[in-house]
């Protein structure tokens, strides 16, 4: 059992359309960070989020923590085929580091 | 920023040999990396910390028989798949802790496919 469950497993929308991803858990994490993956290379790093609450911006991503820190969203406007890969949400608990479930999204142009 | 390297990014080997992966801390220094295993289109499952000095701490259901890690330096940690098998075939991530954020971010390797014939 993962301690982090992200939904949806897969998603594919066409091109401009817009989406949530969630990351949800029973636990509590210090901080949390969501990652993008392309095939065949490592994960890269979007963002960090630590206070509850908390809402941060890249560009066309929306990444908000939860008040009780125990779960996220990744909203995505507009989305490019660009924007296709794995996304994986990641806690800090303990000093212990917990991937979730993984979300695979591809964007049709 | 900090980078993490793997070698190689891509293994063939036959049935019953040995295959060693390379992590590599670029500039900075990991008393710290963590081995994953990857399966397509899912999560990474965490199969060992590697720690520098001392011995790796495995997951459960991980066999530390068969996979041997090595933390040699503060900027090198191998994990030597011995007696490959097809089921083996995976593809091999590695992480280190950012030092500027502790354990609240990691820096990942590219990665490494490894094929058993």
């Known amino acids: 059992t993962q301690l982090l469950e992200q939904s949806p497993q897969f998603l594919s929308i066409q091109e401009g359309e817009n989406l949530t991803v969630y990351c949800n858990s029973s636990?509590?994490?210090?901080?949390l960070q969501w990652y993008r993956q392309e095939p065949g290379e490592g994960p890269v790093l979007l963002v960090t989020?630590?206070?509850?609450?908390e809402v941060k911006k890249l560009k066309r991503l929306t990444f908000q923590f939860g008040d009780a820190r125990k779960d996220s969203s990744l909203h995505i406007t507009a989305a490019q085929p660009g924007d296709t890969g794995l996304y994986l949400c990641?806690?800090?608990?303990?000093?212990?580091?917990?991937f979730g479930t993984g979300t695979s999204l591809t964007v049709i142009p | 920023g900090a980078v993490v390297s793997q070698h190689p990014s891509r293994v063939i080997c036959k049935s019953g040999t040995s295959v060693k992966i390379e992590c590599r801390s670029l500039?900075?220094?990991?008393?710290?990396m963590f081995w994953y295993r990857q399966f397509p289109k899912q999560s990474l499952m965490l199969m060992a910390t590697?720690?520098?000095?001392?011995?790796?701490?495995?997951e459960q259901g991980v066999e530390k028989d068969k996979f041997l890690i090595n933390h040699a330096s503060l900027t090198l940690s191998t994990l030597t798949v011995t007696s490959a098998h097809p089921e083996d075939s995976s593809f091999y991530i590695c992480?280190?802790?950012?030092?500027?954020?502790?354990?609240?971010?990691?820096?990942f390797g590219p990665g490494t496919r490894l094929t058993v014939l």
């Open positions: 992480s280190a802790p950012n030092p500027g954020q502790g354990y609240h971010e990691q820096f």
């Open positions: 636990s509590v994490f210090s901080s």
């Open positions: 989020v630590v206070t509850g609450g």
């Open positions: 990641a806690g800090v608990r303990d000093n212990q580091f917990y």
């Open positions: 500039d900075f220094q990991a008393t710290t």
């Open positions: 590697s720690n520098e000095g001392s011995k790796a701490t495995y």
